[in-house]
């Protein structure tokens, strides 16, 4: 059976994984009708990647004899600035979930759960990945500038770029 605190823990972490799949939903929506299909693309396959760490968690949780809870969401941002926006926003959600999952490692340790700290493992290693890749997109954002040729050819290879690269 489930220790109590770490199945909250755990139940949090998977409202922060729902939400999100919710912000790169509406990030997604706002790239799509503002004529980045790239970007769009890039982002509904991230919202996709969020849901199935969330639903990794779930089953989990269920599997492991504890009750995993669906969250309700609130709406996500809809409007951006432009693509530095949402990639720097992005940015500081991937750091928050970082600093999130570690909170539940910690507490793995101390409450000597050593399965769940096994299974939180992959998590540590997927945030790693996720965060270079947000900063490596910030840092071509930046050396692209306002060059809306630059600004062509990002979109267009975003396209390809998967959100876990
Ligand atoms: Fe990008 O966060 Fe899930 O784990």
């Known amino acids: 059976m489930i220790d109590t605190q770490i199945e909250q823990a755990l139940n949090d972490q998977i409202a922060m994984e729902a939400r999100s799949s919710h912000f790169y939903l509406g990030m997604a929506t706002w790239a799509e009708t503002s004529g980045l299909n790239g970007t769009a693309a890039f982002l509904y396959r991230h919202s996709h990647e969020e849901r199935e760490h969330m639903l990794k968690l779930i089953r989990f949780v269920n599997e492991r004899g504890g009750t995993a809870h669906i969250p309700s969401l609130d709406a996500p941002a809809a409007e951006f600035s432009g693509l530095h926006a949402v990639f720097t926003t992005l940015l500081e959600h991937e750091t928050n979930v970082t600093a999130s999952i570690n ?11 050593y399965t769940t700290h ?12 996720e965060e270079a890749l947000a900063r490596t997109i910030l840092d071509k954002l930046a050396m692209i500038g306002s060059d809306s040729a630059g600004l062509y050819l990002f979109d267009r290879d975003l396209e390809q770029l998967e959100p876990e690269a």
């Open 103 to 113: 909170e539940v490692v910690d507490l793995c340790l101390s409450r000597k759960d």
């Open 118 to 129: 096994n299974f939180m493992q992959w998590y540590v290693s997927e945030q790693i990945e």
